[in-house]
């Protein structure tokens, strides 16, 4: 780990928009990217291969340990898990669920840490999570937590998935998205809450380059 290179750290709910934006930023910067979700989420793809429980925290701890993953950015991130291309099973809502619940252990989280802190390399990092800007990278540089309504976070992930051909209902998708919301926030390690000292932007009505914009505003001081 580099202590040179400066980390902005974006945190927010599910459907923020967070991914969308911390890549087009890492992009423009030329800055590595985190995807702490997509280690969470692989995370949870390795406990149901290796037929773990969700409920066994200490078998998923050990899994945490041996989690052979690489990340690789093109246009779009390409996770790979023991060399295979997870890139599309790690995107389903169901993963998503349950990388929530898994990312409610301690024991846990403190297992992915390094992994994550690895990622603070030259010339920068935009990382981009739950816990970013509190617990993984708290002396980062810039701290910004995007948000957005649950209904137009329900509705861009809806839309997200339709064009992906993949048929769901907006009902269930906003159902589920609180839900995930509840468990993140309320959990007590590291909960999903915005850093005292990060700047709050909420997206709701804004466009994507509106958000890009405010967000390199905050960068640029
Ligand atoms: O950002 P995401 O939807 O890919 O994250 C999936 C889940 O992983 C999220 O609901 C909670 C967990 N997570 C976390 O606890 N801490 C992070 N820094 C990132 C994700």
Not at 193 to 213: F, G, N, P, Q, R
């Amino acid at each position: 780990m580099s202590p040179a290179a400066p980390v902005l750290a974006i945190d927010g709910p599910s459907g923020a928009g967070k991914g969308t934006i911390s890549r087009a930023v890492a992009k423009m910067r030329g800055w590595h990217y985190l995807d702490s979700g997509a280690i969470y989420r692989s995370l949870a793809i390795a406990v149901a291969r290796d037929k773990v429980s969700l409920d066994d925290e200490r078998a998923i701890v050990q899994v945490a340990n041996h989690l052979d993953l690489a990340f690789r950015c093109d246009d779009q991130l390409i996770v790979l898990l023991d060399g295979e291309d997870i890139t599309d099973r790690i995107q389903s809502e169901s993963c998503g669920n349950d990388a929530s619940k898994i990312a409610a252990y301690g024991s846990v989280r403190e297992a992915l840490l390094h992994k994550q802190r690895a990622f603070q390399q030259p010339p920068g990092l935009v990382a981009d999570g739950r816990d970013m800007g509190t617990v993984v990278f708290p002396q980062a540089e810039y701290k910004i937590f995007l948000t957005a309504s649950s209904n137009v976070r329900a509705e861009r992930r809806y839309k997200q998935l339709k064009g992906k051909g993949i048929d769901v209902s907006l009902k269930r998708i906003r159902s589920e998205l609180e839900e995930r919301d509840r468990r993140d926030t309320a959990r007590s390690h590291a909960p999903l809450v915005k850093a005292d000292d990060a700047v709050l932007i909420d997206t709701s009505e804004m466009t994507i380059e509106e958000v890009i914009k405010r967000v390199v505003e905050v960068v640029s001081g």
